[in-house]
């Protein structure tokens, strides 16, 4: 099985619905730097396949990364793909359940990523979810946040997906197949036939929240985990990295 070629694959569809996404990784790595420095460790929480860890490696060579998920599928890709990365450590591990935390290796750490993947997360179990994290790490701890948080007004709301679409035109993304065609394709490998399955005994339904909402239940969570201040530190649109510091 062609291990990278898929990790790319999902690389290339993910850019599809966040056309900034380099320079959000750029960002979050930025965050980490310079709030914890060159050598952290750092939780990936809801990490997929691990695009966001081998970036921070990348930028941070002396880093480690323990990245965290529950999806069977993904964990497996990543592995295949990026596993021998030195550095980087892989652990299954559901967030919406507060064991994760125990099975994490002893030890504080220095920051908590994480990019597209906390809107999973059902607003009830934010203060429980971020609680969690603010254990996990140390005083001067830093936890970023890349992901899509809308506005409570109707207004911006509109107003951020025109200057989306305008953005788009002027930096048009090459197209790539959808998240649904990309799950199908990937179905079809038998190397993955076990994991597939071990997912649908997992299934996880996504949340329905609203999207304007988001962004004020994360901040309210993360404020009454101890996170102060907590604020955004690059924005396009409803694209945001949000930060805490510990």
Avoid: N
Avoid at 29 to 42: K, L
Avoid at 165 to 186: G, K, N
């Amino acid at each position: 099985m062609d291990w990278q070629g898929w990790l790319e694959r999902w690389d290339a569809q993910q850019r599809t619905y966040v056309p900034e996404r380099e320079e959000r990784f750029a960002v979050i790595a930025d965050v980490v730097e310079t709030a914890v420095g060159d050598r952290p460790r750092v939780l990936d929480l809801g990490c997929g396949p691990g695009s966001l860890s081998v970036r921070i490696l990348d930028r941070l060579p002396g880093a480690s990364v323990v990245a965290v998920d529950a999806d069977p599928v993904l964990l497996a890709l990543g592995r295949g793909a990026v596993g021998a990365r030195p550095g980087l450590s892989w652990l299954d591990a559901d967030l919406r359940s507060a064991s994760w935390v125990s099975a994490l290796p002893g030890g504080s750490y220095d920051a908590a990523v994480s990019t597209t993947a906390l809107h999973w997360l059902p607003a009830t179990g934010l203060p429980s979810f971020y609680a969690s994290v603010a254990a996990v790490l140390r005083p001067g701890g830093v936890f970023v946040d890349g992901d899509h948080f809308g506005f409570s007004e109707p207004a911006l709301s509109g107003l951020a997906k025109g200057l989306q679409s305008v953005w788009e035109q002027r930096a048009p993304v090459p197209p790539a197949e959808s998240w649904e065609d990309w799950w199908a394709a990937l179905r079809g490998e038998p190397a993955l036939a076990s994991a597939f399955a071990e997912r649908e005994q997992r299934r996880h339904e996504h949340p329905r929240s609203d999207e304007s909402d988001r962004l004020v239940s994360h901040v309210s969570a993360l404020r009454a985990a101890g996170f102060c201040p907590v604020d955004t530190v690059w924005q396009r649109g409803t694209d945001r990295v949000l930060v805490g510091l510990r």
